[in-house]
């Protein structure tokens, strides 16, 4: 015999709902953002693409697997709360899968911080974090099945605790070890500092995306340990890391464009600075020069090749 329906079941079904709406929403995304990619940069490194189709094609799998439990939640089984509070494929859709495409998104960020710095400890110490919240990801998967239930307090939900706090340590940590690499990257040249500048800004970003998500799906579960409320982040946490995976690629085509065009701005002939120490030259009115002579002031920019342009 079934359960009886609870007079709170909106608590229960209303955030499985959200959660595999929100998934394909943002699943669309990640499909335009992927066509975004290789339409604009067809020359990337044969491994950037293959990441980028590794990314998609995962996020079509999970994609599905989450459409099969919503399919049973709100279709062949509705009414049914045992089926309701069943765990499905959310033990692995959800609790191992989005650990697991945080630890990819995380060690790309390893991985560019490297490019960016050269330097060893920033990019060890993001993989050493992006390890265990994945393997705790893993064992919070496997109790949560073994558990059987999506609701409700067990072993998995200290795991699933753990999981959470890792994740946010970890993305607090990419985020500051990213705007430090980009600050020492600074050469007093206008328009090169202005892109750093820009991507600060967007690291900060995306970062405070992934880290939101994540403390919500925390604060949810450990304020309403008994419900369902937490799988409304936590449903789609793995795309919000895809997204921002994607939308860092895709930046470089809007910020080199900016740049290009702040190298294009006009200069104004009263005011010439020096693209080495900023300093500002004016023309001299008491300078006497021979009849006929002109004052000419020739403006030099040393050009900067920045590791975060071109091919990736």
Known sequence: MSTPIPP????FAGPLFLGVMFNWFLFGIITLQTYTYFTAFPEDRRITKWLVGAVFFMEVVQSCLSLVDGFRWFGSQWGDMDELNNV??????TVIWSPFMAMFV??????????????????VIVILLAISQCAAGFWAGVSMYKFGHTSGTGWHSMLLMTTSIWLVTCDIVITGCMVYCLMKLRTGIRSTDSLLIRLRRYVIETGLATTCVAITDLALYQRYPGLNLHLAACYILTKVYSVTFLAVLNSRACLCSKNHQDERTPVDPSSVRDGTSGSTYKPRASTSLPNGAVNIVIHTEQSSELPFEGKV
């Open 88 to 93: 499905g494929m959310t033990w692995f859709s």
């Open 8 to 11: 709170n079941i909106v608590e």
């Open 106 to 123: 995380q060690i790309f960020y390893a991985w560019r911080m490297w490019i960016l710095s050269r330097r060893i400890t920033f990019p």
